[in-house]
Structure formats: C-alpha cells, structure tokens
C-alpha cells in the first residue's frame, strides 16, 4: 500500500522560504501514471491546489502562486519537495501532498499524506 | 482561473438521501472528483469521473453532471458520512494544466 509522508520544518519566519518534503514508499515515483501534487489548507478553511509535478520533472502550478513556488523531483529517493518563498501568514497551512492519477479527467488525488501544519510567524 | 462554488452546509435526516452539488464553467468540459474530509483527517477521495467509486467506499455514494453542474448524492446517508465535502476538475480556463477545488460543503446527518 502506497504511502506519503510529509517532513520539513513547522515553523517559518515571515519572508523566509517554505520547504517541504513528501517521500512516497511502497511504489515508485517514476511510475508514468501519475503526477505528484501539493495541497494546502489554511486552518478551517478549504483546501488549495498548490502545484503538481511529473517524474520526468514538468511542473504545473497555481497562477495565484506560480511566483513563489518552486516543485522539484528526485526520482533516486523517491522523494519530491515544495518550495514556497517569500512567506506571509497568510501561507500559514496545513499542507499535504498527494498522488494523483494523471492518465484520465480529471485526474483525481487518490493517495494522500497525513498533512503537516506550516505556520509563518517571527 | 476559474472556480468552482459549493453550498457552505447542507443537512440530512439518517437514512435519508442528500445532494450536494458544485458549479463551476470548467465543469462543462470536464469531470469531477469529490472528497471526503473529517476532522483532523486528510481528505479521502470517494467519486472520480463520471461516476466511478474507488474501492472501500459504499455504493451509498454517487455522482453525476449536467452542464456546469457536478452531483454528489449520498442514498440512505449514515453518521459516519458526516464531514467536509470537495468537488475538484481541472480548470479548463486556462492552457497548461491546473485544478481548482470548490469550497467545501459541510455534510450534518441528524
């Protein structure tokens, strides 16, 4: 059974950079049947697609994000990362990656890590 | 990009049935996927395309769509359906590929 864990620092000071790490066992990242994705949640809010990457290393992000946010792959560690910059409270989130299948619409997120609570504050 | 809106609440009698709906322009070129989500718990996804449960999850649930509008109908709802429900399509607004969710409906079952 596949799984995802998500690992990076809880805390993060006000224009800093966001990193995350989600590191998949149980199956390979480099299977060409699914994209790798990040989700956020702020707390008791919705939740926020953040970005999306492909093993080959395509990226897709939000556009109300695509300045700040960098989504990297290391097929060698099965692991992939978010990078969010310049951090406002307002990044403060629960956030969680996923698997998602990517070879039909509308590419649905069917694995998803337990979340991690971000919070921006000095 | 576009969005995709949902009713902040709904509630339903237990065993009753309740609809849960999400509207949104890129729902008339693609299909919807719908989570589930209970407190403290990563969503968990419960109808992917037009109509298709993943394993585990009850033939209580289905879905459907019709025109900007995408369906998530629970027949017979039971206590433990309660929670957070999001619809989610890839947004057809834009070229390169994103997608968006609705906002959430919290399910009541009284």
């Known amino acids: 059974q596949m799984q995802l864990q998500e690992s990076g620092p809880r805390l993060v000071k006000p224009s800093e950079t966001l990193s995350l790490t989600c590191t998949v066992s149980?199956?390979?990242?480099?299977?060409?049947?699914?994209?790798w994705g990040w989700i956020r949640q702020p707390p008791g809010k919705g939740l926020e697609w953040v970005g999306s990457i492909y093993y080959s290393g395509s990226t897709f992000y939000n556009p109300s994000l695509k300045s700040r946010v960098t989504i990297s792959v290391d097929t060698s560690k099965n692991q992939f990362s978010l990078k969010l910059s310049s951090v406002t409270a307002a990044d403060t989130a629960l956030y969680y990656c996923?698997?998602?299948?990517?070879?039909?619409?509308?590419?649905?997120?069917?694995?998803w890590g337990q979340g991690t609570l971000v919070t921006v504050s000095s | 990009s576009s969005e995709l809106t949902q009713d902040p609440a709904v509630s339903v009698a237990l065993g009753q049935t309740v609809t849960i709906t999400c509207q949104g322009d890129?729902?008339?070129?693609?299909?919807t996927s719908w989570y589930q989500q209970k407190p403290g718990q990563a969503p968990v996804f419960v109808i992917y395309?037009?109509?298709n449960r993943p394993s585990g999850v009850p033939d209580r649930f289905s879905g459907s769509s019709s025109g900007d509008t995408a369906s998530l109908t629970i027949t017979g709802a039971q206590a433990e359906d309660e929670g957070v429900y999001y619809c989610n399509c890839r947004d057809s607004s834009v070229n390169d590929p994103n997608w968006v969710f609705g906002g959430g409906t919290r399910l009541t079952v009284l």
């Open positions: 149980g199956g390979s990242i480099s299977s060409n049947s699914y994209f």
């Open positions: 996923a698997r998602q299948y990517r070879l039909l619409l509308p590419n649905w997120f069917d694995r």
């Open positions: 890129s729902l008339r070129n693609s299909y």
């Open positions: 395309g037009k109509d």
